[in-house]
Structure formats: C-alpha cells, structure tokens
C-alpha cells in the first residue's frame, strides 16, 4: 500500500465551523425574497454546494446573481463573528506540518472568504495549496478541484487523503482516486450514507483520529 503524503482538508463544516452564518445567511435570504424563513434541514441538505447551483435550485424565481448578492451582503457583514473553528483542527495542522505531509484546502467556497476565515485564526501558514471555486467552472462531486489541489502539491491520487463533511466531498475524493474521510460532526450525511455504496473509507469522530489513520 502507498503510504499517504497528503493531506486535502473541504473548509467549511470541516475544519471551519461556517454552520451558523451560512445558515442565517439563507434565512435572510429566504426572508428578503419569499417574506419568511424555510426549515433548517432544507437548507442543511445543501451543504457543501457552489452557492450559485444552490441557490438556482432554492429560488428559481429570482436570478441567481440576485440571490447572490442579497445572501452575500449578510454573509460579508457577520462572517467573522459568526464563524469558528472545530475542536482539535489547529493541533491537528499543527501535527500535520510536524510530521512532514502536505496539506491542502478544497473548497467550493470563494478565495477572499477563505481567506478571512484561515487569517482569524492563522491558519495559513499550515496550508500548502488552497483550492476554490474561483480556481475551476467545474466543483464538487466531479474531481478536478481535488485535481488542481494534487497538480499543485506534487502529487499522487494514491498518496493522499481527503477530510470533508458532506458527501459531495466524499464523492469528490473518490471521484479523484483519492481516499475519502468523513468527520463525525457532519450535519448533511445520513446513515445510509455512511455505509452505502458511496460510504467513506474513514469516519473519524475527533480531529485527532486522523493521525491514527495516516500511520497506520
């Protein structure tokens, strides 16, 4: 077996816990357009998708760059107050970069954002490549961001793993040849799954596992 050198991390939901804002970002929405809220599991099962294809599935009646700008105008203004980080992440990175792999961010989220949020909490410095939906027209489950991530850090679908929280993330990674790991604090996953024919290689329930499964 080809030991593993690399490690993809999905951003939000993952390592970055964006769960509220993005959540009162489309009630917001949801409020300006349609004059009030929908129910959270709506919203849940979209986790992990370009804003844009969610948001021409949720509000067909209005264009997307409308909807956009409506849910992007609450979101810029509570961004940095509303998001945090999951227990365990930096002393895993911190870990990660200790022992010598190569890290990496794939996300469908835009670049400037990203970057807020890897900046409130320095995390920066611990990745190696960041991959977003500015980076590519074609996003999760298909495989070329996971791609790009691979090309820009040298290497090899078989020596690396990917950490997500949805199943777009997971698709993605196998999609990629890569091997896929699923984080026990994921809303948008259902048991089935988990052990259906999509089902992750790993589930982790804290941060930390990981190093359990790149040694192994």
């Known amino acids: 077996m080809t030991k593993i050198n690399t490690v993809l991390f999905d951003f939000d939901g993952t390592i970055m816990d964006t769960n509220s804002v993005i959540m009162q970002s489309w009630q917001h929405t949801f409020r300006a357009v349609e004059g009030k809220e929908r129910p959270e599991e709506e919203i849940i099962g979209t986790f992990g998708e370009p804003l844009y294809v969610t948001m021409e599935k949720l509000l067909p009646q209005i264009s997307v760059e409308e909807g956009a700008k409506i849910y992007r105008s609450f979101h810029h203004d509570n961004f940095i ?42 995390m920066e410095q611990y990745f190696d490549a960041i991959v977003t939906c500015d980076d590519t027209d074609k996003h999760k489950p298909d495989p070329e961001p996971v791609h790009i991530a691979l090309a820009r850090l040298g290497s090899k679908p078989e020596e690396a793993i990917m950490v997500g929280d949805s199943m777009f993330d997971i698709l993605c990674a196998k999609n990629a040849g890569v091997k896929a790991v699923l984080v026990s604090w994921a809303l948008a996953v259902s048991e089935e799954d988990k052990t259906g024919e999509n089902a992750p290689n790993y589930i982790i329930e804290k941060a930390e596992d990981l190093l359990d499964i790149l040694e192994r």
Not at 83 to 91: A, H, K, R, S, V
């Open 81 to 122: 107050e509303l998001i945090g980080i999951f227990p365990g992440i930096l002393e895993l990175l911190e870990e990660l970069k200790t022992r010598g792999y190569k890290t990496g961010i794939v996300t469908s989220r835009l670049r400037h954002s990203t970057e807020i949020g890897l900046k409130k909490y320095d």
